[in-house]
Every structure is written in structure tokens, then in C-alpha cells.
């Protein structure tokens, strides 16, 4: 007899929560069947039930990173409501950076995929095409922002925003690895800095 | 009998070349001892002389890493001579970014390794370390310019060499992950256009 529908969909979610579990304490490095199962309490074959190899458990784990990623707290937007152009640009990025303890174990795991990513032809696709998205929202931002007048029209919005991001993205790595001398404070004002300087063009 | 020292220090680099050689190809994710011995053709057995755990394996790996860094070519600052502050600012951000295939394999490698360290607080220390040494390097070279009256003169020199430095790491992480739509004209530009964004202040 095969399992309920039911059943089924909550061992699934149950697999995923402890890969969640096991990447934000080992990174992807640490992340094995068996690592995922002892995590659950359960059998390294139980879990080949759900992945027949490495790479499947891989794919699934950056499935789970890119869910929890669109699930998570944007403190910074919610504050910022329907503001528009160059406040809300500030508050996407400020959604970003590793401000608080639950961030930076999200961002840790993202770093930490980059190895995986870069090492697979297919999966390094699926990565760039989810930070090419990330830079279309944002270059639909600093847009509105030219269109507003806080940030000077003549670069490319485009261009602006791939900036932004690699600018965010690089405080990202160093806050992880130095957050005494990273603390949530100096990355805003850091933030602020870039923008302001953005914005006098 | 043991072998003779010069023996035992060729052996060392043949090892530390085929480690190289899988962190290219695999990053961290795919660095194991089975897959240094096969780039050696040699046994497991003889790796394990050198590497009795994965961990001392991965340590030595960190090692190779830094020590190609340091030996890395610089052509920017090369070019640039005995040039100051901007201008020699410019060449060290350039000489980090993925602009040849043999700079983007090493930035490649050290992206890899970031989840590697972040998982070990005494690796993690000593990334960190290398990054704050980077930085104080970049301090030195904008504190330079500041006094040139190249750079203005109304924020830390710390924070500016943090914020460029943040930029051209996440400019890379998007260079490596996308090469098309960061082709090296591009990645040329857009640091161009941050450093003449500190400049106008």
C-alpha cells in the first residue's frame, strides 16, 4: 500500500525542513543523505527513496533555499509600503544584508551555494537566471527613481542596478565572514553611503 | 628508508598541483582524497600519508589557494607602475575581477571556497583575516588618494576601501555566474563608473 496523498506531502516537507536544518549548520559541503537522515532521525534508505543520487539532493536543497529565499521576513519593504523609486530600491537592498540572526543563515546558505552552483553547468544557470531576476526588479526601481529625479538618467538603469547588486552582494560575503566589523549599523550606513553617492551622480 | 628531502618537496608540489587541478574543475564541493589521487594517478593510500582527514586536506587546499593568490599575475598594477593612490586603487580592484579565464578560474576557486570556511569558525577566522588584510592594503591606497585630493576627504578611508572592496566581490560572484552579460568591457566600466561615483563624492 502506498502512503496517503497527505502523508506523503508532509514526509516531504518534513525532508525538507531537515535539509534547511543541515545547510544552515554545514553549508552544502556538509549536506550527504546521510547527514539529512540522521537530522530526521530516520534511514540513509528512507531517504533514497526520495533521492536517488547526490545531485538529486542537491537540486532539492537549492528548491528549498529558493522557497525560504521568497518566503522570508522583508522587514525594510514592509516599513517602506507603497513608497516608490529610490526608497523602495533602499529597502530591497536593505532586505538583503544579514541585519539579524535569521538573514544571515539565509545568506550563509546562498554563499554556501556557490560552490555547488559554479561547479554544475545546469544548476550555475538556474542561479544566474534567479540574480538576473533579482536585477530586474531592482533595475525597475532605480528606473522609477530616474523617472522620479533621485538618481541622475543619464546611466542605464541597468547598469545602476547590476552595480547595486554587486555592491550588496559583496557586503553580503564580507558581513558573513567579519560581523564584528560588519555590524548591522555599519552595513546600513554603508548602504546609504553607496546610495547617496548614486544619487549625486 | 625515508626519501631524500628534495624528493619528498617534489612530491609536495605534485600534490599541491593536482589539488589545484580538481578545485578548478570541481570547486570544494568535489575536492576528496579519491579525487586528488586520480589527478596524481597515484593510490588513496599515499594521499593519506599527506592528509590523514578531510579537514587537513581541506586546510592545504586554503593554503594552495592563497599561495596562488599571492603569485597571481597582476597585469593592472603592473601597467601601472609606480603610480598612487587612485590610480593604483583602480589597478588592485581591476587585478581582482575575472576579466581573463585564468583569473576567473582562481576567482572561481575562492567563491567555492567560501562555504568551505563558513563552516569552520578557524577557517572562517582566517578567510577573514585574508580579507581584512586586502582591506587595510585598499585603506592604505584611498587614504593615498584622499591626500592627493582624488578622493574627498569627509569619509573614513576604512569605509570607502570596505565599500569598493564589497563591490568588486559582488562583481565578481555575478561575473562568474553570468559572463555573457559581464563581459570584461563591462565589469571595466561599471568599476569605472563607482570609483568616479566616490570620486564626484
Known sequence: MTPA??????RR?????????????????????????????????????????????LKHALDVLEQQAAERPRPAAER??????????????????????????GNRIWVSSWDVALADPELAAEHAERYRRARENMTRLVADAQRLGELPADRPAGDLAAAAQSFVLGLVVQALFAPQEFPPARQTELLDAYLA?????
Chains 1, 2 share one sequence.
Open 80 to 105: 517602506a509600503g507603497d513608497a516608490k523609486g529610490l526608497a523602495m530600491l533602499r529597502a530591497v537592498l536593505l532586505d538583503i544584508l544579514p541585519l539579524d540572526r535569521e538573514n544571515a543563515d
Open 5 to 10: 496523498r497527505g502523508d506523503h506531502d508532509a
Open 197 to 201: 553617492g548614486l544619487a549625486a551622480g
Open 13 to 57: 516537507t518534513e525532508v525538507s525542513m531537515a535539509v534547511w536544518r543541515v545547510l544552515a549548520e554545514r553549508g552544502f559541503q556538509g549536506l550527504t543523505l546521510r547527514a539529512v537522515a540522521a537530522e530526521m532521525g530516520a534511514s540513509t534508505g528512507l531517504l533514497t527513496h526520495y533521492f536517488p543520487s547526490k545531485r538529486a539532493l
